[in-house]
C-alpha cells in the first residue's frame, strides 16, 4: 500500500480519476476519515466492503457537494430542507426516501438513502473534481477505531489489501462520525449520535430530537451499522474508571491530578469541554492502543450535548 500524499490539487484530481476508474481512495473530511467510492459501480462497492470486512447489509452515506445533487438522490422534506439550511455541510448525515428506486449495493437493498454534504475543503473539492456523489464509510476495518488522521487509516490497512491512495488533509477538526436523523417525517428521530449535537438540532426544529428507546439495546439497530460492539481498541476497555489499575493505560476527563502517574495517561480534556473531548477521543484511543498498556481505564463521562456521542461509542467499544 503507498504512504499518504497532501491533498493538493493534483492528487484530488488524480484521486478522482481513481474514483472513476472504480477504484478506492481514502479521504479526509471535518468528521473523520472515509473510504471514497463511486456509489453507481458495484464492483468497487463491493471491493470495498471486503476491505473493510464490512456486512453488506450494512448501507453506505452518500456525499455530495451541493443541495441539487442530494435532491436527484433523496426525497427532502421540509424538516430535511430546514436541517440542510442550518448544518450542510457539515456534520449531519440525513435519511431520507429515496427519490427513484436504485439497487445499488451501497444502499444495500433499503429505500431510504443516509446522505450529507460534508464542510472540509479537501472533501468538497474532490466531490467536485469527481463531479458526482461519493460514498464513504469510516476508513477502518469493521469494529475498529474510527480514523482522524491518514496515518490512522495507514495503519489499519497496513500489512494487507488497501485504499489505491490515502489523501492526507491533516487531523479531522471534529474527529467523531456526522450524527445521523432520520428526516422522512416531521420530528427528526435519532439514528447515530455524532458530531453535531442534538441541542442544535432542538434548537432549529423547535422539537426535541426523538430518541430510540434504549440507544444501547442490543436489539434495536435502527441504523443497520450500529452493531453492539463497534469502535474498539485492540486492547479491552474499562469504563467508568477512577484510576487505572496495573498495567492499563487511563483516558481521563476534566481537571484532576493525573499527571503525575506512571501508566500512560492522556486527558480528554482537561478542562471538561466535551466538545473538545469529542474531537480528541478516537486519536486518543488510537495513542492508547499503541501504549503497550494491557487494557485502558476510561474516566465517566457526563452524558450532555456530546457526551451522547462520545457514550455511544465507549458503550459498544467496552462490549466484547
Ligand atoms: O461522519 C461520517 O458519517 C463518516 C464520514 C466518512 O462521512 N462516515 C461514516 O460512515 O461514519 P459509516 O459507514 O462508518 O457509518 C454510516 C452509518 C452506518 O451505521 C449505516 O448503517 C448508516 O450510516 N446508514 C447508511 N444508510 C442508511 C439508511 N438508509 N438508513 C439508516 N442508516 C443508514
Ligand atoms: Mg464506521
Known amino acids: 500500500m503507498n504512504l499518504p500524499v497532501p491533498a493538493t490539487k493534483i492528487h484530488i484530481q488524480k484521486a478522482a480519476s481513481i474514483l472513476t476508474a472504480g477504484g478506492i481512495v481514502a479521504i479526509p473530511t471535518e468528521t473523520v476519515y472515509g473510504l471514497a467510492v463511486n456509489p453507481e459501480n458495484d464492483g468497487a462497492v463491493a471491493r470495498l466492503y471486503t476491505l473493510k470486512n464490512r456486512p453488506a447489509f450494512n448501507p453506505l452515506i452518500i456525499h455530495v457537494a451541493h443541495l441539487a445533487l442530494a435532491e436527484q438522490w433523496a426525497k427532502m422534506t421540509p424538516l430535511a430542507r430546514n436541517l440542510a439550511d442550518h448544518f450542510w455541510p457539515g456534520p449531519l448525515t440525513l435519511v431520507l426516501d429515496l427519490r427513484t428506486p436504485r439497487s445499488h449495493l451501497a444502499l444495500a ?61 491533516g487531523p479531522s477538526a471534529f474527529g467523531l462520525e456526522s450524527t445521523i436523523l432520520d428526516a422522512r417525517g416531521d420530528v427528526p428521530i435519532l439514528l447515530r449520535p455524532g458530531s453535531l449535537s442534538l441541542d442544535r438540532v432542538h434548537d432549529v426544529c423547535g422539537n426535541p430530537v426523538i430518541l430510540p428507546h434504549d440507544l444501547d439495546a442490543p436489539d434495536t439497530i435502527l441504523s443497520p451499522g450500529q452493531m453492539r460492539r463497534h469502535y474498539a481498541p485492540r486492547i479491552p476497555v474499562r469504563l467508568n474508571a477512577s484510576s487505572a489499575g496495573k498495567d492499563e493505560a487511563f483516558l481521563a476527563f476534566g481537571p484532576g491530578g493525573h499527571d503525575e502517574q506512571s501508566y500512560p495517561t492522556l486527558n480528554l480534556s482537561k478542562t471538561g469541554n466535551i466538545t473538545e473531548a469529542a474531537s480528541n477521543l478516537f486519536s486518543m484511543l488510537h495513542t492508547l492502543e499503541e501504549s503497550g498498556a494491557i487494557a485502558i481505564a476510561i474516566a465517566p463521562i457526563p452524558n450532555t450535548g456530546l457526551g451522547l456521542a462520545i457514550n455511544d461509542r465507549l458503550t459498544r467499544a467496552a462490549r466484547s
Do not use: C, W, Y
Open 109 to 169: 437493498g433499503l429505500k431510504t438513502v443516509a446522505i450529507r454534504i460534508p464542510s472540509s475543503t479537501q472533501a468538497l473539492d474532490l466531490l467536485k473534481a469527481f463531479s458526482g456523489a461519493i460514498a464513504a464509510p469510516s476508513a477502518n476495518r469493521s469494529e475498529t477505531l474510527s480514523p482522524t488522521t491518514a496515518h490512522h487509516v495507514f495503519k489499519s490497512f497496513a500489512g494487507g489489501a488497501g485504499p489505491d491512495m490515502i489523501l492526507d488533509g
